[in-house]
């Protein structure tokens, strides 16, 4: 398919209340793709209700803003949301897209990519513009993050990425910027859609928000066992953050394979990932590198995770973390 | 009712054995053990446990790869698999996540042909080497079926599949009409393991092999590097971090205290 117009289209993702969970990040680095390419920088929305959305989108940078809104697109469902987007790329066909990696953005992007039979790159870590061609070259992780490509959609429109989740900032939001806004119709019908959601099953517990989490305090093999976890946890607790674990501790069953972090579980980038007894398996490593900060607690000096960390202690867990527990209580006494 | 499960062989990277070619920057890849993704175990097991409650069920597996593929489909005959395809040709190799859909979309009319209508197909969320979750949606697109992706639990129901899909904060069950495309993340659950008798049935099986030739409708030049839209400018090595700063003091306490003054200065917390 051929494009008919050079902009780039930032995906937002909105929650159920309307706030967008993901895109507004995109916005930052998109504002320069989309110069190089010689577009417009256009924010895509699909929800049920699109008003904040809009808005923010208008003061993260967006040039243009299009919308479909309706009932159908309270909640995710693929079928409604590839029947919008599909929609809007037939009828716009923009150069790129760029959509955020949560859960829904990558059930959505191969899916619009195999609807138009275009070229698609998965979790993305930066981009640049070829400028002769306007090829979007897109770098991705491969191999547990041990190598990085760079890869090309030649000749195949709209580009699409999805782009990993916390690699960039969104800018800050500068009040009363103009954007053109653009409310388009597009229905699907109820039966329509295939899917249909019987239940929402909420789990509360912290460990379920493991990808929004600030802190993360996450346990290994040298946990020794389930008590070894109600110690992280209170770690956790006093600083603000989650549990997370190894695979080594959710194979032995001493916290719910949800809480894992790693290649078969979640990928995060805290701000402050504490590592405690992890050795820092590839495995596992591929899941949190990308943390701003690392600090590992192992009893083993030569434990590979201490060559990712930022700070490593060689010490006992069960010596070291009631101590750093006390100092965090001492400070804020 | 027939449940397709969609498997790929990759290398074990349990034992941390990637390494790459400093000369050529790519992995290497002789000598790596070569084992099935692990999610598309937890596909395979969520087929067995439908077949566990109606032994009607029949599961085929498939997987596209070079002839060495054929260990991980004996291996999931070995498992819980009544059938399974082995889908090969040189003019595959080098096919991209959406070179790979197509091809698979095309081999999965062919094998309903051979064994009749397919209710479900099941896939791993993302294989673990190249974790692009793009070949399942991929797939599903193609052949025009709804999708549900991340599932961690399914059952069958009146006609229809009733699948449990992980979602940020919680679970969705959601149900979804036949034919359809899950994708399967971590369960709580494990796949149960092979058994003696089953890994000498296995090992005697005869797997029909499907070249491009013996799908006719595959239009070659959709597969391959010449029909994949996304092309490898460059793969470099990333940098490494220089290391830890390491805190080592006398006691475990002083370290702590060390640990807690160093990430309060620097505003950590």
Redesign the interface.
Known sequence: MYAKSKDLWVFVETGEDGSPVSGLDLLNPGKELAGKQGGALTAVIIGGNNEAAEKACAECGADKIITIGGEEYARYTTDAYSGALGYLVEKYRPETILIGATANGRDLAPRIASRFDTGIVADCIGFEVEEETGNLVCMRPISSGSMIVSCICPGSRPQIASVRLNTFKKSAPSENRAAERIREKYHVQADSIRTVILEVINNKSARANLEDAEIIVSGGRGTGGEGGFVLLRELADVLGGVVAASRAATDEGWIPSSSLIGQTGKSVAPKLYIACGISGALQHVCGMSDSDVIVAINRDANAPIFEIADYGVVGDMFKVVPAFIEEVKKARA | MNILVCVKQVPD??N?T?K?DPAT?T?IRDGVQCVMS??DRYALEAAARIKDSDSSVQIVVMTVGPEQARDVVKHSLSVSADKAYLITDPAFSGS???AT?YIIAEAIKKIEDLEGRIDAIFFGKQA???????????????LGY?????CVGVSAADGRM?AEK????????????VP?ILTFA???WEPRFSTIKRKLAANKAVIPVLSANDIPSIDKNRVGPAGS??????????E??S??????EET??E???E??K???R?N??
């Open positions: 990277t349990e941390d990637i790459i920057n992995v692990d999610f991209d996540a959406m859909s673990i080497d190249g974790e692009t979750a793009q070949v399942g949606p991929g797939v599903a697109e193609k709804p999708q549900v992706t991340c009733i992980e979602v940020k904060g919680g679970i969705e069950r959601v149900s979804v009409s359809c971590k369960p709580e839209k996304v092309k490898i400018k460059h793969t470099l090595v990333p490494k971090k290391g830890a700063l390491m805190i080592n475990p306490e370290s702590a205290a640990l807690f160093k990430l309060s620097a950590i917390i």
